[in-house]
């Protein structure tokens, strides 16, 4: 069965540290999308990143980047020199190919508190 | 271009009334997904419709719940009667397309309080 985990229920650093927030995953399809949103305190959720089952490459976005290794069924996301505007909760999302309905499966999310 | 559209933003009614949310997708998209979000967890899909068919209802309690979009466009989300436990936010989301390789873009959300 499909279960996205985020074990970090809550994160305070201060800011400019760096802060890594894990995702582990759980699926038996072969294809499938793994997907990184933020809810800030307005609640709407923002699409940041997405990644599929058979591209493996990191990737970097300013102070974003996102881990993906399949052979621990993770998909963790760094944000470097944090600031207090990074402040929300961020959600770890995957969808599965054999699902026809292409539903986005979240984890229970990280809220993330950066401290000036 | 504009996001997707919900209303109200939030709502407080008495259990076993009835509520009504509305979705405008971002024009163009053919799916549209309702998501409910309890404080503290993930969304969780509702329904998901491509243009005005249903593609996935499994999660509904249709015995309360019901969702239609008539011209593939608009969508309506309704409680009737409403829970103590329907308290949440509800998300409506849309995709250009039906296919992982999407992105879903989220509305603001209704903030439904149920007492």
């Known amino acids: 069965a499909q279960k996205v985990t985020q074990a970090q229920t809550e994160i305070s650093v201060v800011e400019k540290e760096d802060v890594t927030l894990d995702c582990v995953y759980e699926?038996?399809?072969?294809?499938?999308?793994l997907f990184w949103y933020k809810q800030p305190p307005s609640g709407e959720l923002v699409f940041l990143i997405r990644?599929?089952?058979?591209?493996?490459q990191n990737e970097i976005s300013g102070r974003y980047s996102w881990n993906f290794q399949k052979s621990t069924s993770s998909f963790n996301f760094t944000i470097t020199a944090s600031q207090v505007v990074d402040s929300a909760v961020y959600f770890c999302?995957?969808?599965?190919?054999?699902?026809?309905?292409?539903?986005?499966?979240f984890g229970s999310g990280t809220r993330l508190l950066v401290r000036p | 271009e504009a996001g997707v559209a919900q209303s109200p933003r939030y709502k407080i009614i008495e259990k076993r009334q009835s509520v009504a949310f509305w979705c405008n997708p971002i024009?163009?998209?053919?799916?549209l997904y309702w998501y409910q979000q309890i404080l503290g967890q993930g969304p969780k899909l509702l329904i998901q419709?491509?243009?005005?068919?249903?593609?996935?209802d499994s999660q509904l309690p249709k015995d309360r719940f019901s969702a239609e979009r008539l011209k593939g466009v608009d969508s309506t989300l309704k409680i009737q009667p409403a829970k103590l436990e329907d308290s949440a936010v509800y998300l409506c989301?849309?995709?250009?397309?039906?296919?992982?390789?999407?992105?879903?873009?989220f509305g603001p959300g209704t903030r439904l309080t149920v007492t």
């Open positions: 989301a849309s995709s250009l397309e039906l296919a992982g390789s999407y992105e879903q873009y």
């Open positions: 699926t038996r399809d072969t294809t499938y999308y």
């Open positions: 990644r599929n089952s058979f591209d493996e």
């Open positions: 024009s163009g998209h053919a799916t």
């Open positions: 419709f491509q243009n005005n068919g249903v593609v996935d």
């Open positions: 999302a995957l969808s599965e190919s054999q699902d026809s309905s292409y539903k986005l499966i």
